[in-house]
């Protein structure tokens, strides 16, 4: 009889077994499915990590450009002010040299008449000279 128990209980084990190794079989399927989603997973991080870092070199080198542009810009609104100062001071050149041809052109008027006058006394003493010889 005790033989005939222990068959009993063997067969009983194993009729309770199957559905726990089912169940375990099941349950290593999930786990094998679950590592290859996380595998997937690492894989799609590590790419998203990549595209991630190329990004960041990217934008680095935009910033850098973007630091030149402006610094360049800088230089150019300095560049401006320095041309709109010139030209302040080419047009007060251009305004005093005008003024200096005027009152030259002044001048000239003056000695024009003056020679004109003296010319026209020479004449009259070159005239009265030759009365007087």
Known sequence: MDNDLVQVLRTVIREELIPIKEEVSSVKEEVSSVKAEVSSVREDVTSIKVEVSTIKEELETVNVRLDRIEAEQQIMKQDQKIMIEEQEL??????????????????LENQHRIIELLSARSIEQEAQIKRIK
């Open 90 to 107: 080419i047009k007060r050149a251009v305004l005093e040299t005008n003024e200096r041809v005027i009152k030259i052109e002044s001048i």
